[in-house]
């Protein structure tokens, strides 16, 4: 999402022709988006994104389970048999 930020910036720079990167080449101005491409691209294909959803998803899940231990007072209780 930097990328994409940067991208944007570059453009609207470039577009109001804003010293130095009025002077810069298309190219230059355009390669963060291509890079923001790329990274997607790499993202998904190599299941880093859905690594980290999960990751975040069994983070709220944990917090949830000790939020609500804590609030029934059996956090540290032993189970019974």
């Not at 022709?17 to 190219?27: D, G, I, K, N």
């Amino acid at each position: 999402m930097y990328l994409v930020g940067i991208g944007v910036v570059l453009l609207l720079l470039k577009y109001l022709e804003v010293a130095p990167v009025a002077l810069w080449s298309w190219w230059l101005v355009l390669a963060p988006f291509g890079l923001a491409t790329a990274w997607w691209y790499w993202a998904d294909s190599s299941g880093y994104t859905k690594r980290k959803a999960m990751e975040a998803e069994q983070a709220k899940k944990q917090s949830r389970i000790d939020r609500n231990k804590e609030a029934m007072g059996n956090l540290n209780a032993k189970k019974r048999k």
